[in-house]
Nanobody
Framework: VQLQASGGGLVQAGGSLKLSCTASGSIFSINVMGWYRQAPGKERDLVAVINSVGSTTYPDSSKGRFTVSRDGPTKNTVYLQMTSLRPEDTAVYYC?????????WGKGTQVTVSS
């Protein structure tokens, strides 16, 4: 499984960004897809995940501001709509997918929120 993410960039605090990630390769059994992020000097943290039937999971830091969704003929594209962005949301955002119990990661896309 290969994951290609796009949509990162620089935005002012309070602004919005939408990230996209498309999975290719052996994608027939991808159950869960989503997003993690890693800020400099910090661990990689969960941002949002969604399973094949649309159930979502968000940590408190994402609730009410971020929305994860899936699309595509095989539900192989995952989106992250981010609103009310804060400087503390600045990080590299990684697309993630799990298939047959194996985790796959995209290369990451930088999101920078200026104050």
């Amino acid at each position: 499984v290969q994951l290609q993410a796009s949509g990162g960039g620089l935005v002012q605090a309070g602004g919005s960004l939408k990230l996209s990630c498309t999975a290719s390769g052996s994608i027939f059994s991808i159950n869960v897809m989503g997003w993690y992020r890693q800020a400099p000097g910090k661990e990689r943290d969960l941002v949002a995940v969604i399973n094949s039937v649309g159930s979502t999971t968000y940590p408190d830091s994402s609730k009410g501001r971020f929305t994860v969704s899936r699309d595509g003929p095989t539900k192989n594209t995952v989106y992250l709509q981010m609103t009310s962005l804060r400087p503390e949301d600045t990080a590299v955002y990684y697309c993630w997918a799990r298939e047959y119990g194996m985790d796959f990661w995209g290369k990451g896309t930088q999101v920078t929120v200026s104050s």
